[in-house]
């Protein structure tokens, strides 16, 4: 069973920076996909980041491009979500995820989650 615990949400002015992380337990961790998604009040979950299985290839979501970088280190188990240029827009629990069995690492269909953390962006 894979865990993964998230850390580093907090509150933040508009323009700041935050880094989450993202640690996962189990022995194969180098070879998950990993995603970053977040959900604001009253709306969906969406996908905000996601890095594929191998590493090899990333997707951004449109709203974070330029802005947010997903980075992994497969040594310590661990993904990161380096978030950059805040905006108020970007409040949010972000939530990562592991392992995407569907063939398309953007797909929502992610078997193991973290518990989420909060992220807020003052104006």
């Known amino acids: 069973q894979v865990q993964l615990v998230e850390s580093g949400g907090g509150l933040v002015q508009a323009g700041g920076s935050l880094r989450l992380s993202c640690a996962a337990s189990g022995r194969t961790f180098s070879t998950y996909a990993m995603g970053w998604f977040r959900q604001a009040p009253g709306k969906e979950r969406e996908l905000v980041t996601a890095s594929s299985g191998s590493g090899g290839r990333t997707y951004y979501a449109d709203p974070v491009k330029g802005r947010f970088t997903i980075s992994r280190d497969n040594a310590k188990n661990t993904v990161y979500l380096q978030m950059a240029s805040l905006k108020p827009e970007d409040t949010a629990v972000y939530y990562c995820?592991?392992?995407?069995?569907?063939?398309?690492?953007?797909?929502?269909?992610?078997?193991?989650w973290g518990q989420g953390t909060q992220v807020t962006v003052s104006s």
């Open positions: 995820a592991a392992d995407n069995p569907s063939g398309d690492y953007t797909s929502s269909y992610y078997i193991h």
